[in-house]
Antibody
């Protein structure tokens, strides 16, 4: 069965960087697109963008350019989200989410990674 | 692409039916049959409940159904149960992906 397992919670200071991982299993990693979704405390879901797991080409949604980087290590079926120059407003739960064959919806979700930015 | 519009909250008693609306534009909800719905319990990841307006993934109860009219999609939950209490989000796919603001369902 498809599983997306994310790395654990992170506590970072403003200005630092963080790298969140999402390890996939149960399917061929390069077959489907991997997306990232942010959820700030008490807020809704916000699509950050996606990465083509076949080519490694990332696409960033508006508001997620510059400090946000999507990457892959296909040898270990893992996607990464790196955020640099962290700000307090980056505090959120970050989810990886898989879009499978149909391409129209998020079929599977990771359990989420809480990133807290505080001095 | 602006967020889709959902009511902040809805409520219903056990056994009743409720409907959650999701309003977009002719460029997203109205233009394509690519609306999906997600259920999120507190502290948990979202779960796909409906895709492509009205299709249920395997394992999702048939008490959940979806529909669309014009620029508004709807999620209906019939025979409300306590376990249905959660946040619900709609999403649309066009050239980009967008979520609604979410609706908190309270089972009275």
């Amino acid at each position: 069965q498809v599983q997306l397992v994310q790395s654990g919670s992170e506590l970072k200071k403003p200005g630092a960087s963080v790298k969140v991982s999402c390890k996939a299993s149960g399917y061929t990693f390069t077959s489907y697109a991997m997306n990232w979704v942010r959820q700030a405390p008490g807020q809704g879901l916000e699509w950050m963008g996606w990465i083509n797991t076949n080519t490694g080409n990332p696409t960033y949604a508006q508001g997620f350019t510059g400090r946000f980087v999507f990457s892959l290590d296909t040898s270990v079926s893992t996607a990464y989200l790196q955020i640099s120059s962290l700000k307090a407003e980056d505090t959120a739960v970050y989810y990886c989410a898989l879009i499978a064959a149909a391409g129209t919806h998020f079929d599977y979700w990771g359990q989420g990674t809480l990133v807290t930015v505080s001095s | 692409q602006s967020a889709l519009t959902q009511p902040a909250s809805v409520s219903g008693s056990p056994g009743q039916s409720i409907t959650i609306s999701c309003t977009g534009t002719s460029s997203d909800v109205g233009g394509y049959n690519y609306v999906s719905w997600y259920q999120q319990h507190p502290g948990k990841a979202p779960k796909l409940m409906i895709y492509e307006v009205s299709n249920r993934p395997s394992g999702v109860s048939n008490r959940f159904s979806g529909s669309k009219s014009g620029n508004t999609a709807s999620l209906t939950i019939s025979g409300l149960q306590a376990e249905d209490e959660a946040d619900y989000y709609c999403s649309s796919y066009t050239s980009s992906r967008v979520f609604g603001g979410g609706t908190k369902l309270t089972v009275l």
